[in-house]
């Protein structure tokens, strides 16, 4: 079976411009979660998408947002990039938003110079 | 707030040597505490989960187990593939499914 699947792997952008990351969960999952990690601080919680809706957010500024479609796929946008950005975004799913356990794809490495 | 604590940060094992990773919390409404395992540059891969107090779960040279107030990752004569940061999250009772992740023990094992 095939694990949640990210896109692109790396991505350089400048400050100011717009970033797009794709996730694609596991077949059958309907929750989506995207997590940023930037280096000393830990997982940081983003966004909960669950059946094409947009469930909870963390605490970041509304220059992060996304959307969830109909497969279930799920696209992270970042506008107006600032330095502080540079971070390894995860993206996570589970079966259902009832679910516990959430699987983790490989991350998407955005570098912001 | 919720607040998850491990300790130690890092840690250096021989080869064969067992030690013990702790990960404290203070939540309320504990919903489930996950483990985790994160290789350099890459996702977190899944361990286990545990809902309550006493609760314990194996795989191979680990073992997990959780009380009202911590939980310890326990690693049984550890091999240089156990190296890896272990990750430690909790999920709480507020119907927002997110988890909250302490820093890290970042583990290496020397053959």
Known sequence: ?113 | EDQVTQSPEALRLQEGESSSLNCSYTVSGLRGLFWYRQDPGKGPEFLFTLYSAGEEKEKERLKATLTKKESFLHITAPKPEDSATYLCAVQVFYGNNRLAFGKGNQVVVIP
């Open chain 1, 1 to 113: 079976e095939a694990g949640v699947t990210q896109s692109p792997t790396h991505l350089i952008k400048t400050r100011g411009q717009q970033a797009t990351l794709r996730c694609s969960p596991i077949s059958g999952h309907t929750s989506v979660y995207w997590y940023q990690q930037a280096l000393g601080l830990g997982l940081q919680f983003l966004l909960w998408y669950d059946e094409g809706e947009e469930r909870n957010r963390g605490n970041f500024p509304p220059r992060f947002s996304g959307r969830q479609f109909p497969n279930y796929s799920s696209e992270l946008n970042v506008n107006a990039l600032e330095l502080e950005d540079s971070a390894l975004y995860l993206c996570a799913s589970s079966l259902s938003a009832d679910s516990y356990e959430q699987y983790f794809g490989p991350g998407t490495r955005l570098t912001v110079t």
